[in-house]
């Protein structure tokens, strides 16, 4: 099962919106919030590599708030 890490800025004030659709979404495993250079930390995970393509780059990219993200994509040993 991919899973990725998203680290989230977003713009000022918007970072409890930001939150809450996160949480909203199935394939968010969890997210918190953050002190520092990135306001979110979001755990996602999906049924495929494809479904994890297209939950980084056309959903969560829609998300009115997010000014920034790195992806850190996890993989096994």
């Given at each position: ?23 909203s979404h199935d ?25 994890l393509t297209t ?23």
């Open positions: 099962m991919p899973e990725a890490f998203i680290l989230v800025k977003t713009e000022p004030s918007h970072e409890r919106d930001v939150y809450l659709a996160l949480t394939a968010v495993k969890e997210v918190h919030a953050l002190y520092g250079e990135f306001d979110l930390l979001a755990h996602v995970s999906s049924e495929s590599a494809k479904t939950l980084l780059m056309k959903e969560f990219r829609t998300i009115e708030g997010i000014r920034d993200t790195q992806t850190l994509i996890a993989v096994e040993y």
